[in-house]
């Protein structure tokens, strides 16, 4: 695996576990709905640069990006955390 995709990796892997400790203890004002696509969401990236089907870089999408700036508190960590996670996976 290369350098990008391990990075990707790595971050992808961090958001994941921090939007899971957030679904387990609430902490911030995010619907358990909108939690729970990101983690299937980030569980699905992190099982493609896994096995190394990824899609093509233009058709990786910014759904959860588009979800947390629409939905989600501006300056919650969570979501900077989970916004470079889906930009270096769709880099990768």
Do not use: C, F, Q
């Amino acid at each position: 695996m290369d350098d990008r995709r391990n990075r990707a990796r790595a971050l992808v892997a961090d958001a994941l576990a921090a939007v899971e400790a957030e679904l387990s203890a609430p902490r911030h004002a995010v619907r358990p709905e909108e939690l729970g696509a990101a983690r299937e969401a980030l569980r699905g990236y992190l099982a493609g640069i896994d096995s190394g089907a990824l899609p093509p870089r233009r058709e990786r999408g910014e759904g959860l990006g588009k979800m947390i700036l629409d939905a989600w508190p501006y300056e919650l960590p969570l979501g900077t955390l989970v916004l470079r996670a889906e930009r270096a996976w769709r880099n990768a």
